[in-house]
């Protein structure tokens, strides 16, 4: 693979009539997605998708975040993000994965949107499939929330975490808790930390989203993180977190270890 950058996994996919668990990579110098059934790793893309067809500015093609998007029909989409693009809308782009009648994967592209500040760029995105919303880092600006959902239309939902970054805003996760409650993670690039943003927003106001934390831990430069938010075995009983760190190695915390005495700490 030619420059492999982010990855993110979508259960389900109706492949040759079989329910398929899939792992989505963006591959950036050839400027496809690269698909693969799990657990076996075996490719079902035909050697990759083309992703932001007749895009000619430089870098508006060279792929860097990926998040998968499932809703409640069980439909499976990619939202993609790249180096570079366009500032007023249509910087990322959503495709429909489906069985192309091979038993493979075929993307079909449903939309163009989100804003973008021109600062930096947009790798880290995550998407709240529960309730239906995709956040995304614009770095250096703050971070952005829109439908999920291409029928609700490309409106920008919110922008927040404006000032609260030393650095880069970068990898983004959601920690869910009872109840659709929970937490936006973002990592504050370079500071050692990161910011904890109230999932549900404010009561009279969903889309307002304050900070409620700021946790340090030891990753450094943390481009990714993610988060598991089900007890997973007697070491990680609430969950687990892990962030990637700038010497090639991934750093995994308790997330009680994370939540403190600040946050909830029941999934």
Known sequence: MKRPDNVDIAYGLNLAGKKTDI??????YTHKLRIYALPDMKPVDHGGLPVFEGETGPEFRDLMGIAMYTNSKGEIYAIVGRKSGPKDGGY?????????????????L?????????KK????????NELGYVYYCDEQFGVR???????K???????????DFSVDNEGIAIYKTAGNSGYVLVSDQGSRQLKVYNRMGKPDAPNQHPLLATVKYSANQTDGIDVVSVPLNNDFKHGLLVAMSDDKTFHFYRWED??????????
């Open 145 to 151: 929330k829109y439908y999920a959902d291409p029928s």
């Open 153 to 163: 239309g490309n409106q920008e939902l919110s922008l927040f975490g404006q000032g």
């Open 121 to 128: 760029e947009i790798e880290a995105i995550a998407v709240d």
């Open 92 to 108: 990322l782009w959503q495709y429909l994965l489906a069985d192309d009648g091979k038993g493979s994967v075929k993307a079909t």
């Open 110 to 118: 449903v939309r163009k949107f989100g804003k973008y500040s021109g």
């Open 23 to 28: 792992a989505v990579t963006t591959e950036r």
């Open 258 to 267: 994370i939540a403190g005495k600040q946050l909830d700490v029941n999934p």
